[in-house]
């Protein structure tokens, strides 16, 4: 049982897994030359972006990144973000100059590949509870001023 257990996924180990689920992967690189992998959610473009190489001849990562952001207009709130964030383990809010953005973190060592998928799957129901969450926090705060 242990022998089956991942040590790193690669960038084709996640689009299989997403194209497993629909959805759609397409491998890029971004400005400064960093691999992603890029996909969407309901219409959302999200990024999928590898992190620590455990073996750089496979290009295989131990871990990897979910991260979807949205342009800011106006200015926003950082109490609304903190409290999603105290209430949610896995994906976290954070502004970045124009943007807000909603990450989450995955190991990818020494689980299965199963585990990949359930990732994804979460990493698609947070997604809709974030907007949600932020049309009613954000609306009610907008309300309130």
């Known amino acids: 049982m242990l022998d089956n257990l991942l040590r790193g996924v690669t960038l084709a ?7 497993r689920l629909g959805l759609p992967a ?20 999200f990024n999928i972006r590898p992190g620590a190489q455990v073996d750089p001849e496979a290009a295989r990562y131990g871990d990897y990144n979910f991260n979807l952001m949205f342009q800011v207009r106006d200015s926003f709130d950082p109490a609304i973000l903190n409290q999603w964030n105290r209430h949610k383990r896995f994906a976290r809010f954070s502004l970045r100059d124009d943007f807000l953005v909603l990450e989450m973190d995955n190991l990818s060592v020494g689980i299965s590949g199963d585990q990949i998928l359930a990732s994804l799957e979460l990493w698609g129901r947070l997604v809709v ?3 949600n969450f932020l049309r009613t926090a954000h609306g009610a705060d907008a309300g309130h001023s």
Not at 13 to 19: K, R
């Open 26 to 45: 397409t491998q890029d690189l971004t400005p400064a030359g960093a691999p992603v992998l890029r996909s969407a959610i309901g219409g959302l473009t």
């Open 129 to 131: 509870e974030a907007l």
């Open 13 to 19: 180990d996640l689009e299989a897994a997403l194209e």
